[in-house]
């Protein structure tokens, strides 16, 4: 579905990513696992067209998309949800979602009552204005948002962030229940425990660099990689 060709991304001068390749497999959640300031946004952010890379492709179902504005690489089925989150702090929860409904062919639609079934707090709270939610309650508006826009390749930055055990727990959950609706998911980490019997492969990201690849169990166990790498 997804593949990463050899990229390098710059910001202004800065040489952020050095040859960087990945693969995502229709129905897979992968994860891009690394410290901070590794390059994890950075990837996600060149996947999507906000730091477009100056060498390499990328290629979405089978297409060059490489150098392509963001707006078209959501409209080809490429959902983004920053670690920021990005939500509109004077729109209600609702007004937040509804901006961003998109429908596309097929069945297994996402809605509006899909997401609240998906994130219960998010209907009660759907009148409440964005900016007054607490940070938990705001990545699941984050997510729910992307999701309405029904794509079929989410990119996930750090949804853990900032989160208390139990919130991380059910972000685990629900983001089982996505792979399970059979949708491609690219999540960037830190947290190597919370993408364990979540993502069918992983990437690791050092300085820039893919310095490892491998099942998350086998990441697990390298204590070497996972020590040099500070993950
Ligand atoms: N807008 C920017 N301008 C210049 N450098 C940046 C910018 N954003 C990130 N960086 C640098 O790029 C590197 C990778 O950052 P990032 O992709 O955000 O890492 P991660 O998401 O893994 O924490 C870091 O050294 C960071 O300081
Ligand atoms: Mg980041």
């Given at each position: ?86 939500i509109f702090a004077d729109l209600t929860v609702f007004e937040n979602l509804e ?23 998010l209907?009660?709270y759907s009148t409440r204005k964005g900016g007054l939610l ?7 508006l ?90």
């Amino acid at each position: 579905m997804l593949e990463v060709q050899k990229i390098h991304t710059f910001y202004g001068l800065s040489h952020i990513l050095f040859d960087v390749s990945l693969t995502v497999e229709g129905g897979q959640v992968v994860c891009l696992l690394g410290r901070n300031g590794a390059g994890k946004t950075t990837t996600l952010k060149s996947i999507m067209g906000l730091a477009p890379p100056k060498k390499g492709k990328i290629l979405f179902k089978g297409e060059p998309v490489s150098g392509k504005p963001p707006y078209l690489l959501c409209r080809k089925g490429i959902g983004f949800v920053p670690d920021d989150r990005r939500i509109f702090a004077d729109l209600t929860v609702f007004e937040n979602l509804e901006i961003a409904l998109r429908k596309r062919n097929g069945q297994d639609q996402w809605d509006i009552p899909r997401v609240f079934e998906l994130f219960p707090p998010l209907k009660k709270y759907s009148t409440r204005k964005g900016g007054l939610l607490s940070g938990g309650e705001q990545k699941m508006l984050a997510i729910a948002r992307a999701l309405v826009g029904n794509p079929e390749c989410l990119l996930l930055d750090e949804p853990t962030e900032g989160l208390a055990p139990a919130m991380v727990q059910i972000f685990r959950d629900r983001i089982r229940l996505l792979k399970r609706s059979g949708l491609t998911v690219l999540l960037a980490e830190q947290n190597v425990k919370f993408t364990l019997n979540l993502s069918d492969y992983g990437y690791i990201i050092d300085d820039g660099r893919i310095c490892y690849q491998g099942t998350v169990a086998e990441i697990q166990e390298n204590d070497d990689i996972r020590k040099i790498c500070g993950i």
